[in-house]
């Protein structure tokens, strides 16, 4: 059944001319598409509906794959993306960078929601993400033939995070870089889980991201990780998490991805 979607995919996006970024945008991400200039779209619900699994959106994912024009490339973009939470396996939620190598891309920008778990982080900043603990307990090459003995050392391109941290400061967003620790979800982390990621060396945790990464990787496309902190991890804060405060809290950011995702596009 998914030979037959990405056959469906390519027979309705290759039409137009290659793309040659991809852009996966997380929860409460949605209104970036607003700004550009979309030449073709389709809903999920019609490109992945012989996809058992496949058939719900998640609340703040507008459930859309765009082709559009931005600047001087031409991107193709995911409203929303699939997750192991969904029971789905890594591979499976990977499908959107599958589709997105079909299509032609070179690179992807992955974004997402995150919980801070490092001190100096807040909800509002931005995280670019440098490198990640993956303890969702799959990998989404597994049971490939041959087996994929891939290195992901350097995964995530960092490499222009100085200019655009410069650039950042004086427009009033605040940007670091750290890792990111990805669970399964769907339950958040319970905060004795917190302080042993804090000890691993996670600086954020979300439960999306990884496998999408590590199949990039695989299929030879260059990977950035884009995260935005929308609450503090669990118990770094008396309030109780919720997935509503998550896109509360990314729709007050979202005046910034306009400006933020332009000059990082400029400058990677």
């Known amino acids: 059944m998914e030979e037959v979607t990405r056959q469906q995919f390519r027979t309705l996006f290759t039409r137009v001319a290659p793309c040659d970024t991809a852009v996966i945008l997380g929860s409460g991400w949605n209104d970036w598409v607003d700004t550009l200039d979309v030449e073709t779209s389709l809903d999920y619900r019609e490109l ?5 699994g496949f058939e719900v959106v998640i609340p703040g994912h507008a459930g859309r794959v765009s082709v559009a024009r931005y600047g001087g490339r031409r991107l193709l973009v995911f409203q929303g993306r ?3 939470y969904q029971g789905l396996t890594a591979w499976q939620a990977a499908l959107p960078v599958r589709l997105a ?3 032609g891309c070179g690179k ?3 974004t997402n929601a995150v919980g801070g778990i490092a001190s100096h982080l807040t909800p509002g900043e931005f995280v670019l993400i440098e490198d990640h603990l993956n303890f969702q307990g799959d990998n989404p090459l597994r049971g490939l033939q041959p087996s994929p003995f891939i290195d992901l050392s ?3 391109q960092t490499h222009f995070y100085a200019d655009l941290h410069q650039w950042a400061s004086p427009h009033g967003i ?6 990111l620790a990805a669970l399964t979800g769907p339950s958040y982390e319970t905060p004795a889980e917190i302080r042993a990621l804090e000890r691993f060396g996670a600086d954020v945790a979300s439960m999306s991201m990884v496998p999408e990464a590590i199949v990039a990787r695989y299929l030879g496309l260059d990977v950035v990780g884009l995260s935005l902190v929308t609450n503090p991890a669990a118990g770094r804060s008396e309030i109780p998490l919720s997935h509503d405060d998550v896109l509360l809290c990314a ?3 979202s005046t910034a991805f306009p400006q933020l995702l332009k000059a990082l596009l400029e400058r990677w």
């Open 154 to 156: 350097n995964l995530y």
């Open 251 to 253: 729709q007050r950011a």
């Open 174 to 179: 605040t940007l670091k870089k750290g890792v």
């Open 82 to 84: 699939f997750h192991l």
């Open 48 to 52: 992945f509906a012989a996809l058992p």
């Open 108 to 110: 992807i920008l992955l």
């Open 101 to 103: 190598a079909d299509a």
